[in-house]
């Protein structure tokens, strides 16, 4: 089916473990981002990417690793998991039209880090 | 700093009345500006955006924005609220520079009967 999907829609893990979250769109969308949802703070953007091989810091990078060898793909990875990193995840991508393309969100991954 | 400010955390409304969330926003130009809603447990679905042009944008589910340059706000607006509209609203920013959304913290909307 066409669209932005996540997996594992839930994850719980424990600390030190890594963990990585799958995004995976259809559209062949540019631009792939990832975001992270947390009560009091909206959300907020983890990486994103431009294209294959091409990604850049968000405002919240710090414990994260991402990577894109494929368009349609846009691994989330937690190489060593943290309390803190408790969080629901949004992937969201939008084509290179300019900045006004609308970004299409996927259905999230709650993540528990115990 | 470019940031946006959604200064209601919490709305309450009874169905069939009329509906204004409030989003502030502060760029050094005007920026794109959207609306996002997210009914629980799901992800986040475009209401409607604002690039240029005509002040008052139509979206979908019969939401509506107005950009006010003079207040620096893009206030969204409901004239009949529905049950179904019980959800978390996210206004955003995008400079016209950049690609990722900058969000505000969220208005979490309850409709009473």
């Known amino acids: 089916d066409a669209g932005i999907t996540q997996s594992p829609r839930y994850k719980i893990t424990e600390t030190g473990r890594q963990v990585t979250l799958m995004c995976h769109q259809t559209?062949?969308?540019?631009?792939m981002f990832w975001y992270r949802q947390d009560l009091g703070h909206g959300l907020r953007l983890i990486y994103y990417?431009?294209?294959?091989?091409?990604?850049d810091k968000g405002e919240v990078p710090d414990g994260y690793v991402v990577s894109r060898s494929k368009t349609e793909n846009f691994p989330l990875t937690l190489e060593s998991a943290t309390r803190s990193q408790t969080s629901v995840y949004f992937c969201?991508?939008?084509?290179?039209?300019?900045?006004?393309?609308?970004?299409?969100f996927g259905p999230g991954t709650r993540l528990t880090v115990l | 700093a470019q940031s946006v400010t959604q200064p209601d955390i919490h709305i309450t409304v009874s169905e069939g009345a009329s509906l204004e969330l409030r989003c502030n926003y502060s760029?050094?130009?005007?920026?794109?500006l959207f609306w996002y809603v997210q009914s629980p447990g799901q992800g986040l679905q475009l209401l409607l955006k604002y690039f240029s042009g005509d002040t008052l944008v139509q979206g979908i589910k019969g939401f509506e924005a107005e950009f006010k340059r003079s207040q620096s706000s893009f206030n969204l607006r409901k004239p009949s609220v529905h049950w179904s509209d019980a959800a978390e609203y996210f206004c955003?920013?995008?400079?016209?520079?950049?690609?990722?959304?900058?969000f505000g913290k969220g208005t979490s909307l309850l409709v009473t009967p």
């Open positions: 990417s431009a294209a294959a091989d091409i990604t």
């Open positions: 955003a920013a995008l400079s016209g520079t950049g690609y990722a959304l900058n």
């Open positions: 760029y050094g130009a005007t920026p794109y």
């Open positions: 559209w062949s969308h540019s631009y």
């Open positions: 969201a991508s939008s084509g290179a039209g300019g900045p006004g393309d609308t970004q299409y």
